[in-house]
């Protein structure tokens, strides 16, 4: 058990809808990341937010948004659903200046219908 | 995109066997590190090894790494059925904030 929770677990959506995932830090963790892992890859590098500013982005588009808050929970927002966009979410913490190694939630499993 | 690929994309041995799983990657890193995925959700990371070192130890675990051949290799020895996993090599540049991580390798272990 890493400490890092998220919410839901499973989520079925259709397409042109929105979903927010949610995602609790483990305690003392100030730095969280998102990934998507489609099925059968490996994960792939969304955003991380530090002190609730976005501090570094990956190659996915504005429709992909988040927020972190001053506990450092986080929420990765998803506008616009497209069908490719059903893949499993993990967030990861991490503590300042140790920001190498990662702690990943159980992730939520999206399918876009 | 992914960083680079892991070799074998499978493997099965008998538990008790040494398993040994290969990374390959493109770009220059600060380090690189192995997680183990159970089942499709969260990942563990398992070992870190810097740019500047050659070999690393944990337990049953042995990383080795050749920056000058861009890759690195997992061993486990003494396998057991519980180290059926997907294992991920992940490498971490300058910007440390961001890890990429390779197609995984799909670990079974028969009993």
């Known amino acids: 058990e890493t400490g890092v929770t998220q919410s839901p677990t499973h989520l079925i959506k259709t397409r042109g809808q929105q979903v927010t995932l949610r995602c609790s830090s483990q305690?003392?963790?100030?730095?969280v990341s998102w990934y998507q892992q489609a099925l059968g890859q490996g994960p792939q590098f969304i955003f991380q937010?530090?002190?609730?500013?976005?501090?570094g982005r990956g190659n996915f588009p504005p429709r992909f948004s988040g927020l972190q808050f001053p506990n450092y929970s986080s929420e990765l927002n998803v506008n616009a659903l497209e069908l490719d966009d059903s893949a499993l979410y993990l967030c990861?913490?991490?503590?300042?200046?140790?920001?190498?190694?990662?702690?990943f939630g159980s992730g939520t499993q999206l399918s876009v219908l | 995109s992914q960083q680079g690929e892991e070799d074998p994309q499978a493997l099965s041995i008998q538990e008790g066997e040494n398993a040994t799983m290969n990374c390959s990657y493109k770009?220059?890193?600060?380090?690189l590190q192995w997680y183990r995925q159970n089942s499709g959700r969260g990942l563990v990371h398992l070992i870190l090894?810097?740019?500047?070192?050659r070999e690393k130890h944990s337990g049953r675990l042995r990383v080795t790494l050749d920056t000058s051949k861009k890759s690195s290799s997992l061993l486990i020895t003494a396998s057991r059925a519980a180290d059926t996993a997907s294992y991920f090599c992940?490498?971490?540049?300058?910007?440390?904030?961001?890890?990429?991580f390779g197609s995984g390798t799909r670990l079974l272990v028969r009993p």
């Open positions: 305690s003392g963790h100030n730095t």
């Open positions: 992940a490498t971490a540049g300058d910007s440390s904030y961001k890890l990429i």
């Open positions: 090894i810097r740019s500047n070192e």
């Open positions: 990861a913490s991490s503590s300042r200046g140790h920001e190498e190694k990662l702690f």
């Open positions: 937010y530090y002190r609730e500013e976005e501090n």
């Open positions: 770009t220059s890193i600060n380090n």
